[in-house]
């Protein structure tokens, strides 16, 4: 590992943060939530870490057993970056601090947010049942940085699924549950297809624009239902109250 301060006490939330508490390592491990990344993911989504930054946070997790490397089998042959089972078991630990950075009192969410953030933030805060209930399976594509219109495929960036210049989710909701929340495409033909880019994505997910308003702008693309697109977006804002600032 890189030589860095360390806080030397024999605590476990000390040990802990000695592992991943150095800046970016954390977001790196959150990129990771929803599977592997390959290296120019990881750069696009943590633009602001810079590669020497980056590479030194891989090394780290990847010494102490948080990640692991591996590559694709052919055709693919490409290297990725993903969690191990250990580091896997972070996930609670990530919801509870979304939640509870979701409550602050006095620092705004602002900002540039990932793909996976954005959806990992649709899984977090998604109520354990809806009333009223409805069920639908979603393909949610969302534009990569580079790419073109709503669909995703101006530009052809070769991040994307098969170069396509998205990343593909899938959500699949049964009589008003979460079931599934995946880097992935559907099995089957979805019921709803939403193209979009992040900040439009956002607009809608975060209640600054209806679905309705984005799809008649252009900025967004539906195929299905729109409402239930809405419903989606809706039921993803169950955040907690602000905590107090006393």
């Known amino acids: 590992m890189s030589v860095r301060r360390r806080y030397g006490q024999g605590c476990p939330v000390a040990h802990a943060l000695d592992m991943i508490g150095e800046r970016w390592a954390l977001l790196v491990v959150r990129e990771l939530r929803l599977g592997g990344r390959r290296f120019s993911d990881l750069q696009e989504a943590l633009p602001g870490a ?12 990847e010494s102490v057993g948080v990640l692991r490397r591996r590559t694709l ?10 969690l191990t089972d250990w580091g896997a078991e972070l996930e ?16 705004p ?3 540039p947010i990932s793909s996976d953030s954005m959806m990992l933030g649709l899984r977090t805060f998604f109520p354990s049942t809806v009333d009223p209930p409805w069920s639908a399976t979603y393909e949610v594509r969302i534009t ?11 530009g052809g960036d ?9 990343d593909s989710y899938v959500v699949e909701i049964l009589d008003g549950r979460l079931q599934r929340l995946a880097r992935d495409v559907p099995s089957g033909a979805p019921d709803i297809v939403v193209s979009a880019s992040r900040d439009a994505l956002k607009a809608v997910l975060d209640g600054t624009e209806s679905a309705a308003a984005a799809v008649a702008a252009g900025r967004i693309d539906v195929a299905g239902d729109v409402e239930t697109v809405q419903r989606l977006a809706d039921a993803s804002r169950s955040l907690p ?3 107090s600032a006393r």
Not at 92 to 107: D, E, N, Q
Not at 159 to 166: K, L
């Open 241 to 243: 109250p602000a905590a």
């Open 158 to 166: 070769a991040d994307g699924v098969d170069g396509a210049g998205f």
């Open 144 to 154: 990569r940085s580079g790419s073109g219109g709503p669909e995703g495929v101006d």
């Open 50 to 61: 810079g590669p020497t930054v980056l590479s030194q946070r891989l090394r780290d997790l």
């Open 109 to 111: 969410l602002e900002g």
């Open 92 to 107: 609670p630990v990530f919801r509870a601090l979304a939640r509870w950075g979701a409550r602050s009192p006095i620092v």
């Open 73 to 82: 089998p052919s055709p693919a042959n490409a290297r990725i970056y993903e």
